[in-house]
């Protein structure tokens, strides 16, 4: 594998935020994901659920609930009042219209996606229309005190059930009045507590399902306004519910953690009475989980602790693949770490400020494995707060270290930094290039003379930084074919010579930096790229996919690299296929023009392009096996990857120099750590 | 006459009550195996009506015949299946199937099959699952040949294969897979769950369950999770769900009739009740005493049983209340205290629960009590070390229990001596003397002087210890005023030879010689003066065992080396009388006749020597009495002797002899032959109160009583005119209803005055005799096992005083004095 002086960072204090509703795309393949920060993410089904969009949070702008409606268009609605239309092209908000009720709690769309019904803090439904270009208040349905905490419309858009504190309502869309109101805490009998309907969905078949705040979950016949079925699954709140298209199943998060799913199970074998039945248990998180949602072929669950959690359901898949992987996401699926190389400097994103970090030093040399003493300290240089509301997209540090620049959903901003000795100044660049904002990645070339911005439409703007503190803008590149779609990835090559872009449309595009025109695309793969990078000494732009696949593109040539061809030939190892979280990262080694290193959350890999590939049968992370081997055996038993898993989760790794690389982690139990006290459980045997 | 039958070893009680699950009868009698037998108790009363014998080997499964709920199919390792009428104990059928029964089912669905899980031939550990066809042809030993295979791979444990709703179909377990059979569709489904060992102890499946009316199956699993599969139709759209509070294996599942709910029971010795199939509502009945093995429903639903790993079936209301418990011998990991019998119930006293000392009565198969002796919390931990019981002794009389009490441990144990007191008050023996540290080292014996004749005072306890003395225990006046007792122990002689350690003590029978074994060396000493008198040693070998010889053979001393040397020396010539080179294990002299039976274990199997110490040739031998190791034996006093042809085995008529195996069974020798032992004690049908009760019989009921009574009154006022002059009837008839005693007291006195004595006893003779045979029937009810008998004859013995005449012919009298044995304990219920 080689060996490497390594920097094990764990200062990087990110603490993602919590998930607070979900929703998928009807009949579609996306997930929408917003986070207690207000950020919203989409999640790609068909590009093994890939992090494909992020709209960056906002301070006044909480979201608390998402809903698609009219085909693929988001909507949010959060306790400002408004309800919010995202620009899924240009990753920003794209209108917001003021809901006129107070704080709203809820929203959901008919099943057509023409109509949104909100729930308002005053108690009253009211519903929109979604015209073209934006939504039209149609009507308020009958108010009644309470905050309606969820909705739900019948699947033939005819009434609305609408669930409150105590009890929960169902509302006649045409006539807008309300045609039944059942109690729910009628069970409830010592010690009358309110009782929180949390959410709420309607069945087609007339049944209403509720989950509150006593651990229950109840299925209602709407009509005769009797409790059908109840099951206590939790001496906590269930918080949320989803149902399955075919309203066969359902699954229900708890405030303990716990997700479980209720299946519409037939009594008898052939018989036609069905009845719910409470079938698996999932203790996947820790805090309570705020949001659930039910995909054809897996459960999906998002908590506090900001993990997205992805259980497919083994039933529905055909074969065991990466499909049927547990997946969980805690991390974002891009980089919030940029590394100045030659001034070995770290640059830490967070939402609304950056911390430029100097890395230690030691003089020491050791064995495998030891843990060298410090001559200097790892060193926080600069902490950078960015003004206002907005969270920041992206940024960047350059590699001497004497540049950095990040950009909000409204500003984009440079600073010169000057090192004296041991103080740093900081400088603001004045009179930037006024660009198409926001700016969605940030790139220095590698002798730190221009920026590349990626902007909207596909485009890239090229910056020319000048000495002492300025810069002016060059050029912008735009797609030949043009592109609705921002551009997300940079990568340029240490020569100085290319540019690849890749936008939301997963196109990529290879830019000549020394004649300013375009070089070529990428023959266009259909998955999502993670990661892509040129090698510093042959040109080779390395690119992985969300579906873990790996290619290698031959710029000056314009074709896959015969390495390129040979693992598609070949196919890459199951094991690897199967991994769940996409590689976030690629870099190279100097030294070794064969190695591309890459990770991703759980694992750092040196692949060895000299070596063969593993086959299905080989075992794939087999380091720590070769070192039990004698070298005779262990030279038969090499092949290309080079996996170790001792980092985790690692956030972001590069090579500083030819033998020292940086490893950022970022410990789940830190973040833990961060987090309020879960619901205090008794645990046997504790 | 017929050849003397030859000795049997029998099992004799104390099986395991957990062979099979238990079953609950239409008219609440319980069902269950008890080793080779069924045992038939009442649920309302807990007695045990009847023992139905004829399995030559363990019996493996009771099923009710689901077509005549009066009948009962029982199975067994020697591969035949039996039908019982059991309300009679009379075997109807009998069907040979040839290979090993494991475990038995009944459908109500199959019309003339039943099934069996049997071993498959050829292969070793495969079992498979067959229905057997029962052929109707007359006579009672039949043959059932007619096997089909219905599953393979099933697991032998009868826990593990359940028929589901209305027997559609059948779903057995085995490791970590579940496999599911339609009969209808003659489709088999299989799931596995993963078998991968986490943390809490691995996935295994233990036991299964079906629910009676829905498509759900209950598994239990080793790591105490309870799986609730439903949808198992569809190979691959079956889903389950967990239910989980038992920390450790879950032993048992059983749902109820409506299938509402679930009981499930393990380890922890808790009885849950889960409600609807739900995670969050559960029931608990905690502190069952030990881990339950098998859980049964009634039919009704008004009962459940539990059959526990200690012997113990506890009864269990249908609220979850405990109702009764059948205690039968708990077998303790290990027998430190051996076998000794109890002087005063005759019953046998042995290890039980930890630290406790249970008292058996072999009639009846029962725990009489248990004694808790460590008194303290045991605590459920592996590797912990807890107080038990390793030694105890009873005086002859049975009026003082010594118990030795240790807590293992490896550099100095933790002793304690106890003394124990038998009040007649309670009952029960009370503490009265606690000796800490009685000895340095480990208690190797102990025995109290047994002087039937003396005094009190002249009690003496000898206890024998690893600390290379043996310690003398006398009572004395207890001196402090404020003390509770009037006397205490403590120690009045230490002796030691030689610096050896003491390893077996014993006295003679007069109490006049005490012999202590030091390693090789018997010493011999005067109880009174305590001085040695002399030393016997056959070297080489330490002395395992000794005892002295009774009665005619008083003057010889018997002792046991582990060189394998039974070795006789004569007390008054001080010289050895003979040896004979064998193995003993066990020697064990018999308190009533001068017989000394050992028990040598030589090449994998037991034999048993009966000897009289004055001469050297054993009076019987019984070669390869069984294939385990004997590690008890001891002599159990018949009530009275029993006649026994053979010279041979004259030894066992004042005694019989019991031994336990190092498996833990009980057994004995017994004299008569097979069929004899299981001709049921009494043939009649004993119809039981607890039948339910309707408003039509409770009314038809009180009109028969009524009629009795009226019938007691005519037969009293005929004989008035008859015997006016009986002192007890006109006692009876003069004194006022409330100060009379109760009339069960009073019966026998009066059936006794209806009778004309032949030879015109004056009447104090007649009341004493019939005072005299009162006790006698006493006596004999503590033996008679079928007490309930009696409503059957109650009507018998009315029609007989109605009838009754002057003139009693001798076989009515014979009668009479059969119906007087009776408990008339009835007739106060009135």
Sequence with gaps: MGEFEVHRVRFFGLVPAGVRCLACQPRGGRLALARTDGAVEVYNFAANYFQEKVIPGHETRSVEALCWAAGDRLFGAGLSGEITEYDLALLCVARSVDGCGGPIWSMAANSSGTQLAIGCEDGSVKLFQVVPGGIQFERNLDRRKGRILCLSWHPSDTHIAAGSIDFLRVFDVCSGQTVQRIMVNYHVLKVRRECIVWSIAFLSSGTVITSDSFGRVQFWDWQRGTLMESHTVSTSAVLSLAVSEKEDSIIVGTSTGATYQFQLLPVKMGSLEKRWVRTKPFQHHTHDVRAVAHSSTALISGGLDAQLVIRPLMEKMQKKGYDAALRKFTFPHRRLVSCARKARLLLFQFSQHLELWRLGSTDETGKDGEVLPLCRMPEHLVQLKSKGPEHIYCSCVSPCGSWVAYSTASRFHLYRVQYEGDGVSIKKVPKVPKLLLPAYQLQFSSDSGSLFVASARGSVHVLQLLEPGGCKHLHTFRPPSGSPEAVYLLASSADGHWLAAVGGDWAIHIYDLKCFKHHCTVPTYSCAVTALAIHPITNNLVIAYSDQQLFEFSIPEKQYTAWSRMVQNCGLHRVWLERDSPITHITFNPKNPSHILLHDIYMFCVLDKSLPLPDNSALLMNQSTLKQLPETARQRQLHAFKICKKFQPLLFADLLDENCLVMVERPIMDIKTQLPLPIQQKKFGT | ?830
């Design chain 2, 1 to 830: 006459m017929v050849a003397p039958a030859t000795l049997r070893v029998v099992r004799c009680g104390g099986s395991t009550l957990h062979g099979a699950r238990a079953v609950f009868s239409a008219d609440s009698y319980l069902l269950c195996a008890a080793g080779d037998f069924v045992k038939m108790y009442s649920v309302a009363t807990e007695e045990t009506l009847r023992v139905m014998g004829g399995h030559a080997d363990l019996v493996t499964g009771v099923q009710l015949n689901p077509h005549n709920h009066m009948q009962l199919y029982s199975s067994s390792l020697d591969g035949s299946i039996k039908l019982w009428d059991f309300m009679d104990g009379i075997p109807i059928k009998t069907f040979t199937v040839g290979s090993k029964l494991l475990a038995l089912y009944a459908l109500a669905s199959s019309e003339d099959s039943v099934f069996v899980v049997i071993p498959k031939s050829g292969e070793r550990d495969t079992f498979q699952l067959v229905s057997v066809k029962l052929t109707k042809a007359a006579g009672q030993d039949l043959e059932a040949k007619e096997l089909s295979v219905v599953l393979d791979g099933v697991d032998a444990s009868p826990k593990r294969l359940a028929f589901g709703r209305e027997g559609e179909y059948v779903a057995s377990v085995k490791e970590v897979n579940l496999q599911v059979f339609f009969f209808k569709r003659k489709q088999l489904n299989r799931f596995s769950v993963s078998a991968i060992k986490t943390k809490s102890g691995n996935n295994h499946f233990t036991c299964i369950a079906c629910h009676p009316t829905e498509d759900c199956i209950a598994t239990g699993h080793a790591d105490g999770k309870i799986r609730l599969w439903r949808n198992f139709y569809h190979k691959k759209d079956y889903t389950f769900s967990t239910l989980h509070w038992h920390h450790d294996t879950v032993m048992d599942l059983a749902f109820s009739m409506e299938g509402t709910s679930l009981l499930s029971g393990g380890v922890e010795s808790v009885l849950v009740l889960w409600h609807n199939e739900s995670d969050c509502q559960k029931d608990f009945l905690p502190r069952l005493g030990s881990a339950i093995e098998y859980i049964s429903m009634s039919s009704d639903g008004a009962l459940c049983c539990t059959l526990h790993t200690d012997n113990r079936i506890t009864i269990i209301n249908s609220n979850l209340r405990f109702s009764k418990s059948i205690q039968g011998l708990i077998k303790s990991t290990d027998v430190k205290t051996g076998l000794v019998v109890d002087p005063r119930t005759k019953a046998l006293v042995l290890n039980g629960e930890p630290g406790h000392l249970q008292f058996y009565c072999l009639q009846s198969d029962q725990q009489l009590f248990s004694l808790d002796i460590v008194q303290r919390q045991y605590i459920h931990q592996a590797g912990l070390n807890q107080a038990d019981l390793v030694k105890v002794a009873f005086s002859a009389q049975g009026k003082w229990l010594a118990t030795v009490e240790e807590r293992e441990e490896v550099t100095d144990p933790e002793l304690q001596l106890k003394l124990w007191f038998f009040d007649e008050e309670t009952q029960s023996f009370k503490l009265n003397t606690r000796i800490n540290m009685p000895h340095e080292d480990h208690i190797t014996d102990m025995c109290f002087r047994e002087m039937d004749e003396l005094e009190d005072d002249s009690l003496i306890l000898v206890t024998a210890g690893r600390d290379c003395v043996f310690k003398v225990w006398v009572m004395v006046e207890d001196t402090d005023p404020e003390a509770q007792q009037s006397v205490s122990w403590s120690c009045d002689f230490v002796g030691s030879y030689h610096n050896y350690q003491a390893t077996n003590c014993c006295f003679s029978e007069d109490g006049s010689l005490l012999a202590v074994s030091f390693e090789e060396t018997v010493t011999v000493w005067d109880s009174v003066t305590w001085d040695l008198k002399c030393t016997f040693c056959h070297p080489p070998g330490k002395i395992r065992n000794i005892c002295f010889g009774r009665l005619t053979c008083s003057k010889y001393l018997i002792g046991a080396t582990d060189y394998g040397f039974l070795c006789c020396w004569n007390l008054l010539s001080c010289a050895l009388e003979w040896s004979a080179h064998l193995n003993v294990l066990v020697l064990q002299p018999d308190p009533l006749s001068e017989h000394i039976a050992a028990v040598s274990w030589l090449s994998k199997e037991s034999s048993l020597f009966v000897f009289k110490p004055n001469e050297p040739r054993p009076i019987y031998i019984q070669r390869n009495l069984c294939k385990e190791k004997i590690q008890l034996a001891a002599f159990v006093p018949r009530d009275e002797p029993e006649t026994i042809g053979s010279e041979k085995y004259h030894w066992l008529r004042r005694s019989q002899l019991f031994f336990l195996t190092d498996t833990q069974e009980l057994m004995t020798l017994s004299t008569k032959s097979l069929e004899e032992r299981l001709t049921p004690s009494s043939k009649q049908l004993a119809v039981e109160e607890s039948l339910p009760v309707t408003p039509f019989s409770l009314l038809l009921g009180k009109h028969r009583r009524q009629q009795s009574h009226e019938d007691i009154d005519l037969g009293k006022l005929v004989h008035n005119k008859h015997k006016q002059d009986s002192p007890a009837v006109k006692e009876l008839l003069h004194t006022p209803a409330h100060v009379l005693p109760s009339a069960s007291f009073l019966c026998p006195i009066f059936i006794n005055s209806l009778l004309i004595s032949k030879e015109n006893k004056s009447a104090e003779e007649v009341a004493d005799e019939v005072e005299m045979e009162s006790e006698k029937t006493e006596d004999d009810s503590d033996e008679e096992r079928g007490v309930t008998e009696m409503e059957q004859e109650d009507t018998s013995a009315m029609e007989l005083l109605g009838e009754m005449t002057c003139k009693l012919s001798k076989s009515q009298e014979k009668e009479l004095r059969k119906i007087r044995k009776m408990d008339y304990s009835w007739i106060s219920a009135f």
